[in-house]
């Protein structure tokens, strides 16, 4: 056996189906593509979805939901963490509660809730905080400041 005289072996290598060349091949006239109709047209392609005419599944089916592009979620956190995590005099800001892992980073930054009690005397700079949250904060001799995207907006609720 030599390089000149190697071959395939039978059956392995299949010629190409040639249509449209005439009655005698088999696939003249329309060429395998049946009689009319977008599928027989040149150019034709289906689209992603497409049910051949009938109502395709993502017209049946009901739209639900809404999701609003400027929705900004946010991290809670309590005062009783706050009371656990942080030392008297201390002060509070989202990015500190973020690093000491109290509250995952979210796009809206971070909401003070209320719950628990609290004895220390904190400085916190949050993005919101509950009524509750910020008489408990105020009553331990603390401050609360709101910072960033609500600032005006609870300037303008207050005054």
Do not use: C, W
Request: charged share 30%; net charge positive.
């Amino acid at each position: 056996m030599e390089l000149n005289n190697l071959k395939n072996a039978p059956g392995a290598r299949k010629k190409r189906k040639r249509v449209g060349r005439g009655p005698a091949s088999g696939h003249g006239k329309t060429a395998g593509r049946g009689h009319k109709g977008a599928r027989a047209r040149s150019g034709y392609s289906r689209h992603y979805g497409f049910e051949g005419g009938q109502m395709p599944l993502h017209r049946r089916l009901p739209k639900r939901g809404f999701k609003h592009e400027n929705r900004r979620p946010m991290a809670e956190v309590n005062v009783d963490t706050l009371e656990k995590i942080f030392d008297d005099g201390a002060e509070v800001t989202a990015e500190a509660i973020i690093r000491s892992g109290a509250a995952a980073s979210r796009k809206g930054g971070v909401k003070l809730l209320g719950r628990g009690e609290v004895s220390k005397k904190f400085m916190v700079k949050v993005q919101a905080v509950t009524p509750g949250a910020r008489a408990k904060i105020e009553a331990a001799g603390g401050t609360v400041e709101i910072v960033g995207a609500f600032a005006a907006a609870a300037a303008a609720k207050s005054g």
